[in-house]
Nanobody, 119 residues
Framework: VQLQASGGGSVQPGGSLRLSCVAS????????MAWYRQAPGKQRDLVAS???????NYADDVKGRFTISRDNAKNTVYLQMNSLKPEDTALYYC??????????????WGQGTEVTVSS
């Protein structure tokens, strides 16, 4: 199983980016999917999460600016980031709780995709 994240880049304050993360491999089902971020010298924190049925949860500092969504048919989670601020600069990681055929649910991490917000 692999989680492949993409969509990071450099933008000016106020700009937008859309991150994507595709889960691939012998996947039976995916329950929770989420995005975390880690700024240099800081711990990795939850940004947003979404259940299979679409219930979402956001960190307070991204509410109203970021939107998490998913396409269950494509095993993909997205993070639309608007009104970006310099403090959003970080490595963004996708995360998923998924099960493979005959194997109970496990937690997986994707590789980070870098987001830089700077003028």
């Amino acid at each position: 199983v692999q989680l492949q994240a993409s969509g990071g880049g450099s933008v000016q304050p106020g700009g937008s980016l859309r991150l994507s993360c595709v889960a691939s491999g012998s996947i039976f089902s995916i329950s929770r999917m989420a995005w975390y971020r880690q700024a240099p010298g800081k711990q990795r924190d939850l940004v947003a999460s979404i259940t299979r049925l679409g219930s979402t949860n956001y960190a307070d500092d991204v509410k109203g600016r970021f939107t998490i969504s998913r396409d269950n048919a494509k095993n993909t989670v997205y993070l639309q980031m608007n009104s970006l601020k310099p403090e959003d600069t970080a490595l963004y990681y996708c995360n998923a709780d998924l099960s493979r055929l005959g194997i109970s649910q496990e937690n997986y991490w994707g590789q980070g995709t870098e987001v830089t917000v700077s003028s």
